[in-house]
């Protein structure tokens, strides 16, 4: 066999259902099916109702439209806008040869590397709600002994406290107390964002550590905690029953509830209204969110970026007030390298990926705030008073 | 009695647990219908146990053979919907890793699959996923063995030139 046979085969056939099995067992033939001119009937009523469906959902509707998004504004016009913004962006980048977390202002100008460390790769930054700490991965040892951990450290890049073993995807609670993340799914080190088992919180005042009463909870990425505290929202990839999707998980019980929204990478917007994600590899979508009915409920989708085939976008993030977003913008990775893992991955290399910003009020309208393209991601915004 | 309709049971399970998988695989590509594919599997299964064949020269290529023309009845009496036929793959593996890197492939080649023809699709089904030799495969499509490569290597052809060499899994 080739190598692509190989690749083909290693696929394997989908289960037969049990429940077939067990229809088996009956000892029952099928039942036959309608015949075509019957199923045609169906077909005709269906296009019929379908048509009458659609003359009412045509018709003006009272329910709220998505929200109406102004024209497209100018990159020049943005970048100007920027140079005039207080709050800072810090990232992940490896443009000094490892791993560092970089702090720029919003418009690009004036980087600073907070970790200069180059035998650690720091990754995945998430700043306090003040704007005071930052917390992150840090990718330390090698070969077998490489382990993924998690730390604090002030928003200067001083005083760097390790908060816990083998963990990842980091967010702060609303009032800054507290630090949720993800434990590591195995005791070898793994690039995967979703190789995650059970949310934990790690309590700054006392140190100490919580498991979420969910203990079914696995393969969850990109965290997030809603500043009223009780929800979490997340992306899951192949867990808890889920194939790929946007949860929301009850921070205190174990209702777990798929948003709908097709994509991955979901960041809360500072009031908790809104929600932004990776619509696809090519658009940020943003919807708004309602945690006050069970299930919660996403509405009002509309997309404020889109982009076109190669350029991806990636890991948005909302500005502290709500104006803007930071996300990954660089081109889809074609080939054998990245060590067969995908450069949306913390940490793993994305060649021409710079940080990038977006009005969320208008259509399409952002700028590459970086642009060296050294895996420049991962953004989070820095509130500055 | 008792003890051979128990007897033939446990047959008829073992098959099922063997083959039962890319039976359905098969079935649903044939027909491009998981519904009807699982209604062809529940046929060919009951009337197995009902009446039991006396001796397989071949177990796998004789349920290969009784779902192709229980499939083919099921086309000629056009007793089909235009159902969904997804997932043809399974999804999960052990670590996530693998787990998303065959979901992606699976969706990838199922998309593609599902586009090539009928005769190509078929002939590539039962050579990498029936797992038959080419004189097998060729038995139970019904041709010859000349046709059936033919039909094989012209579908994998237009597979690969899809899928390119199936390395990059996007997130």
């Given at each position: 066999m080739t190598d692509f046979e190989d690749k083909l085969a290693e696929l394997r056939p989908a289960r037969a259902p049990e429940a077939l099995w067990r229809r088996v067992q009956e000892g029952k033939l099928a039942d036959r099916r309608w015949p075509s001119f019957r199923r045609d009937a169906v077909s005709i009523a269906a296009a019929v109702l379908l048509v009458i469906a659609l003359y009412f959902i045509l018709l003006p509707s009272p329910d709220p439209a998505p929200a109406a998004l102004g024209p497209q504004g100018s990159s020049e016009e943005l970048l100007k806008e920027l140079k005039l913004v207080r709050h800072k962006i810090v990232m992940e980048s490896n443009r000094d040869g490892n791993w560092d977390l970089w702090v720029i202002n919003a418009d690009g100008s004036n980087p600073v590397n907070l970790t200069k460390t180059p035998d650690v790769d720091e990754l995945y930054p998430k700043v306090s709600p003040d704007g005071s700490k930052i917390c992150f991965c840090a990718d330390e040892g090698k070969g077998e002994a490489k382990v993924r951990n998690l730390y604090i450290m002030n928003s200067d890049g001083s005083k760097r406290v390790k908060i816990a073993d083998n963990s990842r995807e980091p967010c702060w609670s609303s009032d800054g107390t507290k630090v949720a993340f993800l434990r590591g799914e195995f005791d070898t080190f793994s690039y995967s964002d979703f190789a995650t088992r059970g949310i934990f919180t790690y309590d700054l005042a006392s140190g100490q550590i919580r498991q979420h009463p969910n203990k079914k909870i696995e393969h969850l990425y990109t965290l997030n905690w809603s500043p009223d505290g009780k929800w979490f929202v997340a992306t899951v990839h192949g867990g808890m029953g889920f194939k790929h999707g946007i949860l929301a998980l009850e921070a205190e019980g174990d209702g777990v509830f798929d948003?709908?929204?097709?994509?991955c990478r979901p960041d809360l917007s500072p009031d908790g209204k809104q929600i932004a994600w990776g619509h696809g590899d090519y658009a940020i979508g943003v919807a708004d969110l309602d945690f006050?009915?069970?299930?919660p409920k996403a509405t009002n989708v509309h997309n404020i970026v889109e982009s076109k085939d190669p350029m991806e976008t990636y890991h948005v993030d909302w500005s502290p007030d709500g104006r803007y977003v930071a996300f990954s913008y660089g081109p889809k990775h074609q080939g054998k390298n990245l060590k067969g893992l995908l450069p949306e991955f913390p940490g793993v290399e994305a060649p021409g990926w710079n940080t990038t910003v977006a009005d969320v009020s208008k259509k399409n309208t952002f700028v590459q705030v970086t642009n060296d393209g050294k895996s420049c991601k991962e953004p989070d915004w820095m509130f500055v008073k | 009695m008792e003890q051979t309709l128990l007897m033939d049971s446990l047959l008829c399970e073992q098959l099922w647990r063997r083959h039962a998988d890319r039976l359905l695989l098969y079935a649903t590509t044939v027909l491009s219908d998981r519904a009807a594919a699982e209604d062809v599997l529940q046929n060919v299964f009951v009337r197995i146990m009902a009446s039991p064949p006396e001796a397989f020269d071949s177990e796998a290529g004789y349920l290969f053979r009784a779902v192709r023309n229980e499939a083919l009845n099921v086309i000629r009496s056009r007793r089909?919907?235009?159902?969904?036929?997804?997932?043809?793959?399974?999804?999960?593996?052990?670590?996530p890793r693998t787990t998303a890197e065959l979901a992606e492939r699976g969706r990838q080649v199922e998309k593609v699959l599902l586009r090539i023809s009928a005769e190509e699709r078929e002939a590539v089904v039962l050579k990498i996923w029936g797992d038959f030799s080419i004189p097998e495969a060729a038995a139970v499509a019904g041709v010859s063995e000349k046709t059936f490569e033919h039909r094989y290597y012209r579908g994998l052809a237009a597979l690969r030139e899809k899928?390119?060499?199936?390395d990059h899994d996007g997130l």
């Amino acid at each position: 066999m080739t190598d692509f046979e190989d690749k083909l085969a290693e696929l394997r056939p989908a289960r037969a259902p049990e429940a077939l099995w067990r229809r088996v067992q009956e000892g029952k033939l099928a039942d036959r099916r309608w015949p075509s001119f019957r199923r045609d009937a169906v077909s005709i009523a269906a296009a019929v109702l379908l048509v009458i469906a659609l003359y009412f959902i045509l018709l003006p509707s009272p329910d709220p439209a998505p929200a109406a998004l102004g024209p497209q504004g100018s990159s020049e016009e943005l970048l100007k806008e920027l140079k005039l913004v207080r709050h800072k962006i810090v990232m992940e980048s490896n443009r000094d040869g490892n791993w560092d977390l970089w702090v720029i202002n919003a418009d690009g100008s004036n980087p600073v590397n907070l970790t200069k460390t180059p035998d650690v790769d720091e990754l995945y930054p998430k700043v306090s709600p003040d704007g005071s700490k930052i917390c992150f991965c840090a990718d330390e040892g090698k070969g077998e002994a490489k382990v993924r951990n998690l730390y604090i450290m002030n928003s200067d890049g001083s005083k760097r406290v390790k908060i816990a073993d083998n963990s990842r995807e980091p967010c702060w609670s609303s009032d800054g107390t507290k630090v949720a993340f993800l434990r590591g799914e195995f005791d070898t080190f793994s690039y995967s964002d979703f190789a995650t088992r059970g949310i934990f919180t790690y309590d700054l005042a006392s140190g100490q550590i919580r498991q979420h009463p969910n203990k079914k909870i696995e393969h969850l990425y990109t965290l997030n905690w809603s500043p009223d505290g009780k929800w979490f929202v997340a992306t899951v990839h192949g867990g808890m029953g889920f194939k790929h999707g946007i949860l929301a998980l009850e921070a205190e019980g174990d209702g777990v509830f798929d948003l709908n929204l097709g994509g991955c990478r979901p960041d809360l917007s500072p009031d908790g209204k809104q929600i932004a994600w990776g619509h696809g590899d090519y658009a940020i979508g943003v919807a708004d969110l309602d945690f006050t009915s069970i299930p919660p409920k996403a509405t009002n989708v509309h997309n404020i970026v889109e982009s076109k085939d190669p350029m991806e976008t990636y890991h948005v993030d909302w500005s502290p007030d709500g104006r803007y977003v930071a996300f990954s913008y660089g081109p889809k990775h074609q080939g054998k390298n990245l060590k067969g893992l995908l450069p949306e991955f913390p940490g793993v290399e994305a060649p021409g990926w710079n940080t990038t910003v977006a009005d969320v009020s208008k259509k399409n309208t952002f700028v590459q705030v970086t642009n060296d393209g050294k895996s420049c991601k991962e953004p989070d915004w820095m509130f500055v008073k | 009695m008792e003890q051979t309709l128990l007897m033939d049971s446990l047959l008829c399970e073992q098959l099922w647990r063997r083959h039962a998988d890319r039976l359905l695989l098969y079935a649903t590509t044939v027909l491009s219908d998981r519904a009807a594919a699982e209604d062809v599997l529940q046929n060919v299964f009951v009337r197995i146990m009902a009446s039991p064949p006396e001796a397989f020269d071949s177990e796998a290529g004789y349920l290969f053979r009784a779902v192709r023309n229980e499939a083919l009845n099921v086309i000629r009496s056009r007793r089909l919907s235009s159902r969904a036929v997804s997932p043809l793959f399974e999804e999960l593996a052990e670590d996530p890793r693998t787990t998303a890197e065959l979901a992606e492939r699976g969706r990838q080649v199922e998309k593609v699959l599902l586009r090539i023809s009928a005769e190509e699709r078929e002939a590539v089904v039962l050579k990498i996923w029936g797992d038959f030799s080419i004189p097998e495969a060729a038995a139970v499509a019904g041709v010859s063995e000349k046709t059936f490569e033919h039909r094989y290597y012209r579908g994998l052809a237009a597979l690969r030139e899809k899928l390119g060499d199936l390395d990059h899994d996007g997130l």
